[in-house]
C-alpha cells in the first residue's frame, strides 16, 4: 500500500499560482499512475489531472489544460501539480491518489491510495 501526503495549498488571488506536492512512500511500480483530483463543497470529486511513473504520459481535464502542468521526481517518489492562472472555480480540497487505472486515468475508483487532501482557495 503506497502512503500519500500532499503539501502546497493555500489562498492566492485569480490569476496567481500554487504549486502542489505529493510525497508517496511505499513501494512504486513502473505501471502506477499518479492523478490529481478536487473536491469542491457540494460537488462531486472531480479528476484534475494524471501521470503514467513510467513513460510520464500525462492527462488534463480540459478545464485545467494549458494553466496546470503535473510533473513526477521518480527519485524522490514525489509528483507536483503547478497551476497557474488560477480562477475561484478551481477552488477546492485536492487529493493526490495513486493506483493501477490502467487507461481509465480519470476515474476516481480506479486508485487504491489516497492523500489527506490540501486546501486551495483562488479569491476573485
Known amino acids: 500500500q503506497v502512503q500519500l501526503v500532499e503539501s502546497g495549498g493555500g489562498l492566492v488571488q485569480a490569476g496567481g499560482s500554487l504549486s502542489l506536492s505529493c510525497a508517496a512512500s511505499?513501494?512504486?511500480?513502473?505501471?502506477?499512475?499518479m492523478g490529481w483530483f478536487r473536491q469542491a463543497p457540494g460537488k462531486a470529486r472531480e479528476f484534475v489531472s494524471a501521470?503514467?511513473?513510467?513513460?510520464?504520459?500525462?492527462f488534463y481535464a480540459n478545464s485545467v489544460k494549458g494553466r496546470f502542468a503535473i510533473s513526477r521526481d521518480n527519485a524522490k517518489n514525489t509528483v507536483h501539480l503547478q497551476m497557474n492562472n488560477l480562477k475561484p472555480e478551481d477552488t477546492a480540497v485536492y487529493y493526490c491518489?495513486?493506483?493501477?487505472?490502467?487507461?481509465?486515468?480519470?476515474?476516481?475508483?480506479?486508485?487504491?491510495?489516497w492523500g489527506q487532501g490540501t486546501q486551495v482557495t483562488v479569491s476573485s
Open positions: 491518489a495513486a493506483g493501477f487505472p490502467g487507461p481509465a486515468v480519470k476515474i476516481a475508483t480506479m486508485y487504491r491510495s
Open positions: 511505499g513501494r512504486i511500480f513502473d505501471n502506477h499512475a
Open positions: 501521470i503514467r511513473w513510467s513513460g510520464g504520459d500525462t
